[in-house]
């Protein structure tokens, strides 16, 4: 059974930085797509960014780009989502989700909570002084 479990979010203050930790286990890193998702309360949860398992293709949205990295190590079955430069419209709970059909690219709308069969718990960062 696949799992998912974030891990690396906490309280920062403004201009921070942090790495989130998306953990999979059941099945290789490499057969799935691995998207990064925010939610703050009475707002529906967003796509932020993606990577592609095929070729390492990436998704940002406007608001993080230049700001957030996404990348992957295979042989640990994780995905790291390094936040620099971080606002206060940052502060969210941030879910990682997998899909082995989805396909991350820069030239596709924002992904959508429906494109990813498989999500963790969340974890919450917060970015305040």
């Known amino acids: 059974q696949l799992q998912l479990v974030e891990s690396g979010g906490g309280l920062v203050q403004p201009g921070g930085s942090l790495r989130l930790s998306c953990a999979v286990s059941?099945?290789?890193?490499?057969?799935?797509?691995i998207g990064w998702f925010r939610q703050v309360p009475g707002k529906e949860r967003e796509g932020v960014s993606c990577i592609s398992n095929s070729d390492g293709s990436t998704y940002y949205t406007d608001s993080v780009k230049g700001r957030f990295t996404v990348s992957k190590n295979n042989a640990r079955n994780t995905v790291y989502l390094q936040m620099s430069s971080l606002k206060p419209e940052d502060t969210g709970v941030y879910y990682c989700?997998?899909?082995?059909?989805?396909?991350?690219?820069?030239?596709?709308?924002?992904?959508?909570?429906?494109?990813?069969?498989?999500w963790g718990q969340g974890t919450q960062v917060t970015v305040s002084s």
């Open positions: 059941g099945f290789p890193l490499d057969f799935y797509a």
């Open positions: 989700a997998a899909d082995a059909s989805y396909y991350c690219t820069q030239s596709k709308p924002r992904p959508r909570v429906s494109d990813f069969a498989n």
